[in-house]
């Protein structure tokens, strides 16, 4: 037998010092409830998406280019790509060496790049995407459908449908080139740069140019009507109505622009250069997804969706996670906005609302955990999160009245603008912002397990 020693062996053994060596990007952002989404070692500043889907075959042709700066000396990166054949990885001009290890795609430059290294790495794919199954059971990603494609990617999908760092805590601007048969429309993030046709194929073109973190994007397909305005804020509209979904959604779409400027009073300027909707007929789906500026929709949306949906452009999308862990900051967060606005449209107050859902027994799945603490990812959109994270700022408002708690809401979104936020961030400005100690307030409410004993009594009268 003759010994072999590992080419790796042997670069380490020539390279030294490991520190000036440098070291393979982690596999994962170091989230607990998503261990292998996202990865370490780099941040990507723009995706260059250029898809070719024919909906019949369900074929997807696809090119991704990253541009990206490394954050430490790396030797090696992972992207997070399922399923699909890699026909090819070039960095810069060069190609280099690639293996695929479960959802990791693993990228080999020829020498390290150094810390602080801006590079574009380019890959090649093509294959039948599909979506993966979430912990919670919902499928999530590149859904196909009658006519085309759903794409709603929370939490771990985009890699079902391109290589990506696949955590928000790493956001990007994009810009999206579809093609598809003549007759459908694809439908993606941001502002429509405009469509040409060739050869039975139409190319749409679309540009994101705040950042995004990878589950928000979407590149829908299907048999769409369309419409195109632009706001008295100057916002460009793009809404992409499914016909079988048209008379149902018209009178809900039409109230867009005045949520928009509804949420704007209450939450400070929208954070984008465009907006609109995607209501596609996709019964098999289940939910709808506030992709970024352009929410998905699997069927036409009722007032309080549309409203929660847009809510997120703000908590969610603007000011994103760090951690899956503490989703009630988005999900929370659009309840209430739901809330809010019955409130303010002849509707239920805030008050009823918190009340029915305080009235439920001790026993109920509302109860099962605190929002603040979902366990783990099969949890993160449960009950808890949406219904007892919106009772958390109902106590808060409570607690420190109505004028410093829009005066919190917005500083919330307006300090974390294009950034994320956590937990720890949120509780600290709100005492600072009402000069109030919340903790009891935040330790019942927001971490401690069981139905709290008892709602918080305002001091004042109310
Ligand atoms: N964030 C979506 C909403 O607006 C829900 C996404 C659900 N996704 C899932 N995989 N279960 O509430
Ligand atoms: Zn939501």
């Not at 590149?219 to 305005?229: K, N």
Request: glycine share 10%.
């Amino acid at each position: 037998m003759t010994a072999i020693v590992p080419v790796a062996v042997v670069a380490l053994l020539g390279a030294g010092d490991p520190a000036t060596a440098g070291s393979p990007g982690a596999t994962g952002a170091g989230d607990a409830y998503f261990p292998l989404a996202g990865n370490g070692g780099y941040h990507v500043t723009h995706y260059d998406l250029t898809l070719s889907y024919d909906p019949k075959s369900r074929h997807l042709d696809a090119t991704a280019v990253l541009t990206a700066r490394a954050t430490q000396r790396l030797t090696r990166f992972d992207l997070d790509l399922k399923g699909l054949k890699v026909t090819g990885v070039a960095l810069g001009h060069v190609q280099v060496a690639h293996r695929r290890d479960g959802q990791e795609l693993v990228v080999t430059p020829r020498t390290a790049l150094r810390k602080g290294h801006k590079f574009r790495v380019k890959v090649d794919y093509s294959g039948t995407p599909g979506p993966v199954t979430d912990p919670d059971g919902s499928p999530d990603g590149w859904i196909p459908t009658d006519d085309g494609a759903f794409v709603a990617a929370e939490p771990q999908g985009a890699m079902t449908w391109f290589p990506a760092n696949n955590h928000p805590a790493d956001k990007s601007s994009y810009d999206f080139t579809i093609t598809v048969p003549k007759g459908r429309t694809a439908i993606a993030n941001g502002l429509f740069r405009g469509a040409h046709t060739a050869h039975g194929r139409t190319t749409y073109c679309w540009h994101q140019p705040e950042p995004m973190a990878a589950y928000l994007a979407t590149a829908t397909v299907g048999r769409f009507q369309v419409e195109q305005y632009t706001t008295r804020d100057g916002v460009k509209i793009y809404n992409a109505v499914d016909p079988r979904e048209a008379a149902k959604a018209a009178p809900v779409l039409k109230k867009l622009p005045s949520v928009l400027e509804w949420e704007s009073q209450l939450f400070g300027p929208y954070p984008y250069r465009a907006a609109g909707s995607v209501v596609d007929h996709a019964p098999d789906v289940g939910y709808a997804l506030e992709t970024q500026s352009r929410p998905v929709y699997d069927s036409a949306p009722d007032i309080a969706t549309l409203v929660h949906e847009s809510a997120h452009q703000w908590f969610g999308d603007s000011v994103s996670l760090t951690r899956w862990k503490n989703v009630w900051l988005n999900e929370g967060f659009a309840t209430y906005a739901e809330w809010l606005y019955a409130e303010q449209h002849g509707g239920l107050s805030a008050q009823k609302a918190f009340d029915a859902l305080y009235a439920r027994p001790a026993s109920d799945d509302l109860w099962k955990f605190p929002p603040g603490d979902p366990g783990s990812g099969k949890h993160i959109f449960d009950a808890p999160v949406y219904n007892r994270g919106a009772m958390v700022l109902h106590e808060l408002r409570k607690a420190v009245g109505d004028r410093a708690f829009f005066r919190i809401l917005r500083a919330w979104a307006s300090a974390h603008r294009y950034g994320h936020g956590t937990t720890a961030q949120f509780t600290v400005l709100a005492e600072r912002k009402s000069g109030k100690n919340l903790q009891g307030l935040f330790r019942t409410w927001l971490f401690t397990k069981g139905k709290p004993n008892k709602a918080y009594r305002p001091f004042r009268s109310a």
